[in-house]
């Protein structure tokens, strides 16, 4: 954690990737959990947070998070149109991550001043977002998807794409991506697993997010 990062300025893309070796990846229902799991995430190191569009909450727990966390930042994921980009910024969100690329996606994320983290899965997924000018890229679903070795494929012709590795990364796996030079962080759903939301396990996340920000990057 940089900090020295002002978190009520506007953020890049790049000092998103670059605060903790991990984005945790949240689905929420309920605007009060919001809160507390972001207070739980902060005090283990992490503070920027993907809430994911996936749940009708999910815009409402944003704006929680971001009326009542100030020391973290709420970012939106599963952000899949113009619409979402517009909405999750309405909200309260400081940036956005998509699972894939369109230009609708990314000019809407331009004009309403989020950040961006595109996914890409393919070289020309990646030659798109980089022609509307995006060089710091989710790869997604990046286990799936070719895990390590696809990564260091792309280091040669798109040496320089910085990414975020999201899809199938654990506690176990995460070493090995956060140790390729074109890896700045990865994202994930284990610092938030769902029992431990429903048994208001907070300690538990704190332990799981401090856990992860002793990886090395
Ligand atoms: C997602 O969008 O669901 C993320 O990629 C999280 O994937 P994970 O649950 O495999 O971490």
């Known amino acids: ?24 990846v949240i689905v929420l229902t309920d605007a009060r959990q919001a809160v507390l799991l972001a207070r739980a995430l902060v005090a283990g190191g992490i503070r920027m947070l993907e809430v994911t569009l996936r749940t009708p ?52 994320c331009r004009d309403a001043g989020l950040p961006l983290l595109p996914g890409v899965a393919t070289g020309s997924e990646i030659m798109a ?47 090995e991506f956060l140790a390729l030079p074109n890896v700045v962080c990865v994202g994930g759903s284990w610092l938030t697993p769902a029992e431990a939301l429903a048994r208001g396990d907070w300690e538990q996340i704190t332990t799981l997010a401090r856990q992860a920000c002793q990886m090395r990057r």
């Open 1 to 24: 954690m940089d900090v020295n990062l002002e978190l009520s300025s506007p953020l890049s893309a790049l000092q998103v990737m670059q605060d903790a070796s991990v984005i945790p």
């Open 57 to 108: 909450q999910a815009l409402a727990c944003i704006e929680a998070i971001a009326r009542n966390v100030p020391e973290a930042v709420a970012g939106a994921g599963t952000v899949r149109s113009a619409a979402d980009a517009q909405a999750c910024a309405m909200a309260g969100a400081r940036f956005a991550v998509s699972p894939g690329y369109t230009h609708a996606v990314g000019q809407a």
């Open 129 to 175: 977002a980089q022609e509307d000018g995006f060089m710091e890229l989710k790869f997604f679903p990046a286990l799936q998807a070719g895990g390590p070795a696809m990564l260091k494929a792309w280091s040669g012709p798109f040496g320089d794409v910085r990414f975020c590795p999201t899809g199938g990364i654990t506690v176990a796996n995460a070493a």
